[in-house]
Every structure is written in structure tokens, then in C-alpha cells.
């Protein structure tokens, strides 16, 4: 049967949601009750997984996952009591579907690691993956690591080949081993994850005996390998970037990091469902309270908008205007909220004409008129005050004398770097009519974002992976004060 063709838009997203939320009970109550019985396993204590971290989910659900090539999911110890981890995927090679690339230039995907998970209980202290320490999340973090666009380019329609082997050209190590040693409590990535889509050309020694496609090969390379010390340091959130929609890695994404239940229909194998998998609903994360200011976190997954504005009744518009009266509701819980997506909203593009000049394009036009529905003026609702966004290949930091939420920018994370903008605006440059820009600063040196608590307020930097602080902004409220330190 033919889900797709068979219901609505709006009955196909009832069914995805109930079915998602029925799934996340069941998967979290299933795994407490076993750690409480402590019942016996039958897992080698020999076995390793190949990496372990912690992604938290919807109201800060910590979710424990490990890839292993066992046969057997590891053993979780949650302050000295031991059970094992369930099953997310099991480990198979997902037939060819359509992607973002010619026909000729994909294949299957081949999942050879066994995907497992298991719901971290809220009051535990310590706890280790087959021995292996894994971050506790703290309930009102402190140190906030923000990176985003990491993985190594490589895609024939643009003729763009990263030199994945040379760790100067592809730099998202040596960012990792950076923001290690600033010892955050949480890491944030806003997406784009994963580069590597098409073979690398014959005689090309910067990615030569690379692996391509969106296998879990793939992944391991552009992600797990590197980040790693970082994926053992703090736990993560991970926001949907344009590259882990269905028609690129999104079979990954739905296998590996999104903190929900993995669903067959939603996991982006089959084209039919891309309805489904293309999309998710918008989640939160509390940060806790500090010099009596509540702070949150609120999720939004945008990795399948649309490049060109759409029609009213258009699905993807119907889905977003959904989404955003819940990000509505959800910014009503804490006074001050960071919302997070991968394209930036009042942020800033650019493309450079043949005359060496430089034309600014503004946020995501097709969500802004989405947004304006809600709130003609600002956009966002009152509660939110920042937004974290990737996608433009840069640092930027955009600050407004009108009542709009600050911009900040992380898409300098590794992957290949967009030209830098001037650092000075033409006058009138706004990234929507609404705004005007108080502060504008960017960079196209590879980099990550760092976000401190300071008493009731948030101080972001942006640092350079040499460890040099690029631009600084205290934030209270609305309200954010911006220096440039280095240019």
C-alpha cells in the first residue's frame, strides 16, 4: 500500500507523529525497566564499540548510542549497574534510491555497523560503554561548543574535490582538537554533517582512496572518526543541515544521530516516504536557570526548504507553519531562547559578480514568509532571542538595532570555505526589510563558536582553529553588544 498516495498531508503527519511518539515511550520505559532488573546479557566483555556520545532529544532526553561491528549491542553501566543496549539498526545495505546526483554517480548504501541505544536515566552520575566514559549532561551547562558545515566536499555537478587527505585543507580535526580543549559542557552542531557524494576523480591526490556515497564508510570519515574526542567530551544536539535530507544522507542522519525513535518509513531508504523522512517536528532543550534567567534550546529541522518561494497550499509550506506555532508555544517555557536551524534566517549570503563586487542576498526567503504569518515584524516570537544557524560557508555575527533576535553564524567547520564579505555593509544591506543591522562581522577562517553563561547573560566568541578569539558578543536579551578582536 502506498502510504503517500492513500492519506493526507495532514493525516500522514498524524500517523508519523503518534507513531514517533508511541515508539519513543515504548523504547525509553523498555530501557529503564531492564537497567532496574539488572537482567543478564549475553555480550563478550571483549567487545568494543567502534565509537559511543550521548544526543540529547526532546525536553533534554539523553539518548546513549554506540557503533559496534559486533553481532551484539555493548553493555551501558549507569552508576554501577550494567544492562545492555537495544538495537536502533541493524547493520544492511540499503538498495540504490534516487539522490541528489546522477544515477551513475551513486550506489547502495552499506550500513556495516550495528546501531545501538539506550535512554540515559535523569538523576545518574556516572556511566561507561563497555568500559569507555561517557559525558553525564549537566543540568544548567555553563561552556557550549557551536560548529557546523565539517565534512570534506566532494561533489561532481559543482567540480568541487576538498583535499580530504590534507588536514590544512580539510581542517575539521584540527577544529575538534580545539574545542576539546576549551572543555565544553554541550556541543551544538547546526548541520551538514556529511560531504563525501560523488568519487573522487582519477589523478586527484587531495582525495584520492576516499570513500564516497552515503554509506556508513562515508560517515566515518567525514564524522565519526574525526569528532570523536569531542563526541567523548560533551554530549551533543544535532540539527538537520540540507545534506542529511533524504536525497542525500539522510538514511544516515535517521540511522545515527537524530535523538528519536528510528522508524522504517521515516528512515529516507524509500523515495515514497521522503514525505515523511524530509521532515521533523521541532523539539526543546532546557538549559536551566543562572542568575535568574531560564535559558532553552529549541530544535528546528529545515534540511528540505525549499530554494524558491512556494504557493500556499505547498506541503513544505504547510509543514513549516505548523512548525513554527509549536516553536511559538515552546519559547513561552524560558526567557531566554536560542533557536537553532541550518539555513540562516537573518543572517547574510553572498555572491561575487564578474566585476569583482560582492552581492549580498538575505536570509532564507522562503521561511521568512512562512514566519511573517506569525509575526509580520520580528519574525521570531518575543522569547526568542538568538538564533544558530550553518549553511553559509562562514563566521557571521549579525546584531540589530530593531527588536530582532541576534544572528550567529557557524558554517566555518571544516568543509570548503565561501569567500569572505566585506567587513563593512552598503548602506541599507538588511537581510530582511524589517531589520536594521546594528553590528556585522564575518570570517572564512576555519573555526567553531563558543557560548559562556555569564550570571543572566550569554557571552558568544568565535574563535579560529590557531585558538584566537575572531568576535565577542554579550547578549541580554535582545539586546547584544558585538567586537571584532581579530581580523
Same mark, same amino acid.
Given at each position: ?47 568494543? %564499540?567502534?565509537?559511543?556520545?550521548? /544526543? ?26 550494567? *544492562? ?51 559525558? =553525564?549532561?549537566?543540568? =544548567?551547562?555553563?561552556?557550549?561548543? /557551536? ?21 590544512? @585543507?580539510?581542517?575539521? *580535526? ?5 574545542? /576539546? ?19 573522487? %576523480? ?23 572518526? %574525526?569528532? @570523536? %574526542? ?68 529549541? /530544535?528546528?529541522? &529545515? ?5 524558491? @518561494? ?50 549580498? #542576498? ?22 526568542? #532571542? ?19 533576535? &541576534? ?19 552598503? *548602506? ?6 524589517? *531589520? ?17 553563561? @555569564? ?33
Amino acid at each position: 500500500m502506498n502510504f503517500s498516495a492513500s492519506l493526507g498531508l495532514h493525516q500522514l503527519l498524524d500517523v508519523s507523529n503518534e507513531l514517533s511518539r508511541f515508539c519513543r515511550l515504548l523504547y525509553v520505559f523498555a530501557t529503564c525497566v531492564i537497567g532496574m532488573l539488572g537482567l543478564p546479557v549475553s555480550v563478550a566483555a571483549t567487545e568494543k %564499540p567502534v565509537v559511543s556520545w550521548i /544526543v540529547l532529544g526532546e525536553q533534554g532526553q539523553a539518548v546513549v548510542r554506540s557503533l559496534t561491528y559486533e553481532g551484539h549491542c555493548p553493555l551501558l553501566k549507569q552508576d554501577g549497574k550494567s *544492562a545492555p543496549m537495544r538495537v536502533r539498526a541493524k547493520p544492511e545495505t540499503v538498495a540504490q534510491r534516487p539522490t541528489a546526483s546522477d544515477e551513475k554517480d551513486s550506489k547502495a548504501s552499506d550500513f556495516a555497523v550495528l546501531t545501538c541505544e539506550a535512554a540515559l536515566s535523569a538523576n545518574t552520575k556516572k556511566a561507561d560503554v563497555d568500559g569507555v566514559v561517557i559525558p =553525564i549532561p549537566k543540568a =544548567i551547562p555553563q561552556r557550549i561548543v /557551536v560548529l557546523g558545515d565539517t565534512g570534506c566536499r566532494m561533489k561532481k555537478a559543482d567540480d568541487a574535490f576538498q583535499a580530504c587527505n590534507d588536514a590544512q @585543507k580539510w581542517a575539521f *580535526a584540527e577544529v575538534i582538537k580545539k574545542a /576539546v580543549s576549551l572543555h565544553p559542557d554541550l556541543v551544538i552542531h547546526v548541520g551538514d554533517y556529511h560531504y563525501r557524494e560523488n568519487p573522487c %576523480p582519477e589523478g586527484n591526490m587531495g582525495c584520492k582512496g576516499s570513500p564516497w556515497g552515503y554509506g556508513y564508510d562515508v560517515w566515518y570519515a567525514d564524522f565519526f572518526e %574525526p569528532a @570523536k %574526542p569531542l563526541l567523548l567530551a560533551a554530549p551533543w544536539v544535532m540539527v538537520r543541515g540540507n545534506h542529511e535530507s533524504c536525497v542525500r544522507a539522510g538514511q544516515g542522519y535517521w540511522r545515527f544521530l537524530d535523538p528519536r525513535p528510528y522508524v522504517k518509513g521515516r528512515d529516507c531508504n524509500q523515495e515514497k516516504f521522503d514525505m515523511i523522512g524530509d521532515y521533523s517536528s521541532p523539539y526543546a532543550i532546557p538549559l536551566g536557570k543562572s542568575g535568574g534567567t531560564s535559558s532553552q534550546l529549541i /530544535v528546528f529541522d &529545515t534540511a528540505k526548504v525549499p530554494g524558491k @518561494k512556494v504557493s500556499k497550499d505547498d506541503p513544505a509550506r504547510v509543514i513549516y507553519a505548523q512548525q513554527f506555532a509549536q516553536v511559538e508555544q515552546f519559547s513561552q517555557n524560558a526567557d531566554f531562547n536560542i533557536f537553532m536551524n541550518h539555513h540562516p534566517i537573518l543572517g547574510f549570503a553572498a555572491s561575487h559578480k564578474e566585476d569583482g563586487s560582492v552581492e549580498f #542576498k538575505p536570509g532564507n526567503q522562503v521561511l521568512q514568509a512562512i514566519m511573517q504569518e506569525r509575526q509580520p515584524q520580528r519574525l521570531f516570537p518575543a522569547g526568542i #532571542k538568538a538564533v544558530l544557524s550553518g549553511h553559509v560557508h562562514l563566521f557571521q555575527a549579525v546584531t540589530y538595532t530593531t527588536d530582532h533576535p &541576534t544572528q550567529f553564524g557557524s558554517g566555518n567547520g571544516g568543509t570548503a570555505m565561501d569567500s569572505a564579505l566585506p567587513d563593512e555593509l552598503p *548602506a541599507g544591506t538588511t537581510p530582511f526589510p524589517n *531589520a536594521v543591522v546594528d553590528h556585522f562581522s564575518n570570517s572564512n577562517r576555519d573555526g567553531f563558536l563558543l557560548l559562556e553563561r @555569564k550570571a543572566n547573560q550569554w557571552q558568544m566568541t568565535a574563535y579560529d582553529i590557531a585558538g584566537k578569539a575572531m568576535t565577542q558578543c554579550l547578549m541580554s536579551g535582545t539586546e547584544s553588544k558585538c567586537s571584532v578582536l581579530n581580523k
